[in-house]
């Protein structure tokens, strides 16, 4: 072959390969949002929800982030010193975790930003410790099965136990009544207390001691918290645990979209309940099992 006319057939050969390698490369570049970048081989997996976390996010991550607020014993506590959380809702949360075959960790929230964190979805992947299941709450969010029985009662200095034995006795004029701020303790209080004074403190687990010393009358509280007060502090009384105000149930709650999780998160309290876990754990914390 002339050397001008070899020229000519390996330039058009050059010129083919350089459009086939175009054309192959183009294919297989996969579709993505315009400006996204691919992600960096070795990119840890995410540790926090993302806003869609779902059953699978759950179990991809390998941990169910909790949300809690650690200041309502014995359900959810985290000590001050140490940093460590105990509780009869974070048992319960960590039981959950492993019958979905994943870890557990808690995430501290309040009461006054819990709604909020709960719709919000990205903090954590559902909420417990001793939130009440109420209409409001089903209307805005999800919440699981109950697990403990639930209702409103009062705490009290010991030698007032015979002056409060009915709502009517706490809503009196010079009736000093603390509450948390954000919760239905608060709420209710602020509903059926119209003559006493109502006195609002920002931490709930120091009222109690509050109460003790004389700084109030009375704590609106919980038939699930007043137990565990009365029998660390004999200066405190629950007078009427046997009559609470209110009766409902603790359960999880979690934002909408999680249906998958809410099912899986239900199947696990069945099954606690079925096989006695959740008995024992109510065993081990003073709790009402049932009404």
């Excluded at 004999?234 to 009559?243: G, I, S």
Aim: hydrophobic residues 45%; contains cysteine.
């Amino acid at each position: 072959m002339p050397a001008q006319r070899r020229s000519l057939a390996c330039t058009v050969l050059a010129c083919t390969v350089l459009v086939l390698c175009a054309l192959a490369a183009a294919c297989a570049k996969p579709s993505s949002p315009q400006g996204a970048a691919a992600p960096a081989a070795g990119t840890a997996v995410q540790k926090a929800p993302s806003r869609d976390s779902s059953l699978a996010a759950v179990r991809a991550r390998g941990v169910l982030v909790v949300g809690t607020t650690g200041d309502y014993r014995p359900l959810s506590f985290r000590e001050p010193a140490t940093g460590a959380w105990w509780g009869f809702d974070l048992e319960v949360a960590a039981e959950i975790a492993r019958r979905l075959g994943v870890a557990c960790a808690f995430e501290p929230t309040s009461w006054p930003a819990l709604a909020g964190d709960v719709m919000e979805g990205s903090r954590f992947d559902l909420a417990m410790g001793g939130i009440t299941a109420t209409e409001d709450r089903k209307a805005r969010m999800l919440m699981s099965e109950g697990y403990l029985a639930n209702g409103k009662t009062l705490l009290c200095r010991r030698q007032d136990r015979r002056r409060f034995r009915s709502l009517a006795d706490l809503d009196r004029p010079g009736v000093r009544v603390m509450v948390n701020p954000g919760g239905l303790n608060e709420q209710f209080a602020r509903r059926h207390l119209q003559a006493a004074s109502l006195l609002v403190h920002p931490k709930n687990e120091e009222i109690p001691e509050l109460v003790a010393e004389g700084r109030a009358d009375a704590m609106v509280t919980e038939v699930t918290e007043a137990p565990w007060y009365v029998r660390h502090d004999p200066r405190l009384a629950a007078p009427l645990l046997d009559r609470p105000f209110t009766r409902g149930e603790i359960a999880c709650l979690l934002p909408r979209g999680r249906e998958e999780l809410l099912g899986e998160v239900n199947k696990a309290i069945q099954a606690m309940k079925a096989d006695g876990t959740l008995r024992r754990l109510h065993g081990k914390y003073g709790l009402a099992y049932a009404w």
